[in-house]
C-alpha cells in the first residue's frame, strides 16, 4: 500500500534505474543477486560494475541459506527477481528482507514480472523496487522507461541526486504514455493472468512438452510463496519442448501466427521469446545452463487476446 512516505522516480529505462541503484555503492562493496537474472541486469553487473570493483555473486535465491552464506561485512544489497525471468522461480521477500534486515543489508526487488498490482515487495519489507515500466506497466509496447519505489526519505534523495546528476530522465511523451497505460493496469494484469493460467495448463497436458514454468501451478516448488506474496501469478509463462532441442524450438517459434517473436514482454499482444539467443545471450552459456536456461527453452509474455486462439496457435505450431 501506498504511504505519505512512498515515492516514486522515473528514468528513462529500467536498465536506467537499475544503473542509479548501483550508483548508490561504493568500490569494494559486494551484491548478491539471483544466478537466474535478467540479461540486461547481468551484462550492466559484469561489464559495467564490476570494473569499478563491485563484486557479485549469483546464487540460487530459492535457497536461503545459499544467500546466507555470501554476506560478509562488504555486502551491501540483495538484489533479487521475483518472479524470475525467464524461469518463473520465486524468492521469498519477506524472508530475504528479514535476513538483510538482520545484516544491515539494502534489499532491491526487480518487480517487472509482476507489477504493484500483483505483488507489493514493499509491505514485504523490501527496501527498494525496480521495474522497467517499459513492460507491463506502460503495456502497450510503444514506450521504454523505468521506475524506482522507495519508502526512505535518505534512499529517495540519494537517487533523486544520482537521476539528476546522471540525466536518466525519461522524456514527456514517455511519462504520458505511462500514464495512460496505468489506468488499465488492473485490467490487463487480470486478463493476462487468467489467459497464462489457461495456456499453462494447455502445455503442462500437451504430451509434445516436457517442462512448464509459471508462478501458480500447483506443483511449481515455491507454489505457497507465491500464493502469499502474489494476488494473482502474471502472464508470463515458459516451457521447454519434449525433445529438448535449439531446432524443435526454432521450428516453433517460427511456426507461431499470433504470438510475434520478440525480446520484450508484457504488452497486450502476445510475445514469444528464444531468452538464450535474445534476451538471455549476453549471459555465458555455462551460466545459464546452471539455473536451467538450456537452448530449448522458450518464454511466452501471454497477451490479452482470445485465450482459444492463442491455444490454437501453439497447438499448431508444437505440432
Not at 553487473?45 to 541459506?65: A, G, P, Q, R, S
Amino acid at each position: 500500500m501506498f504511504n505519505s512516505s512512498t515515492a516514486w522516480l522515473a528514468f528513462s529505462s529500467g536498465l536506467a534505474a537499475i544503473d542509479a541503484i548501483l550508483k548508490t555503492l561504493n568500490p569494494g562493496d559486494e551484491i548478491i543477486s539471483t544466478n537466474d537474472l535478467y540479461g540486461g541486469s547481468y551484462r550492466l553487473f559484469k561489464t559495467i560494475f564490476e570494473k569499478y570493483h563491485l563484486k557479485f555473486h549469483f546464487v540460487n535465491m530459492e535457497d536461503l541459506k545459499s544467500v546466507e552464506e555470501k554476506i560478509n561485512s562488504n555486502t551491501k544489497l540483495i538484489w533479487a527477481e521475483t518472479p524470475t525471468n525467464p524461469m518463473m522461480n520465486v524468492v521469498d521477500i519477506m524472508s530475504m528482507s528479514t535476513l538483510s534486515k538482520q545484516n544491515n543489508i539494502l534489499l532491491c526487488v526487480d518487480n517487472t514480472f509482476a507489477t504493484p498490482y500483483i505483488q507489493r515487495p514493499l509491505d514485504l519489507g523490501a527496501d527498494i523496487v525496480m521495474h522497467s515500466a517499459t513492460k507491463y506497466i506502460a503495456g502497450h509496447s510503444d514506450v521504454v522507461i523505468g521506475a524506482i519505489v522507495i519508502n526512505d526519505s535518505i534512499l529517495h534523495e540519494k537517487l533523486s541526486f544520482i537521476q539528476n546528476a546522471s540525466g536518466a530522465t525519461p522524456g514527456p511523451m514517455d511519462c504520458f504514455l505511462t500514464l495512460r497505460g496505468i489506468k488499465t493496469l488492473h485490467l490487463r494484469m487480470q486478463r493476462h493472468s487468467e489467459n497464462a493460467e489457461k495456456i499453462a495448463m494447455f502445455l503442462k497436458d500437451h504430451k509434445k512438452v516436457k517442462n512448464v514454468y509459471w508462478a501458480g501451478l500447483k506443483d511449481h516448488k515455491n507454489y505457497k510463496i507465491a500464493k502469499n506474496q502474489m494476488d494473482v501469478f502474471g502472464g508470463m509463462v515458459s516451457f521447454i519442448p519434449i525433445d529438448n532441442s535449439f531446432e524443435t524450438a526454432k521450428r516453433i517459434a517460427e511456426n507461431l501466427k499470433l504470438f510475434t517473436l520478440a525480446e520484450s514482454l508484457g504488452g497486450v499482444e502476445s510475445l514469444c521469446c528464444h531468452p538464450a539467443s535474445m534476451t538471455h545471450a549476453s549471459i555465458p552459456a555455462e551460466e545459464r545452463k546452471k539455473s536451467g536456461l538450456v537452448e530449448s527453452l522458450l518464454r511466452l509474455s501471454v497477451g490479452v487476446e482470445d485465450v482459444d486462439d492463442l491455444i490454437d496457435d501453439l497447438n499448431n505450431a508444437i505440432g
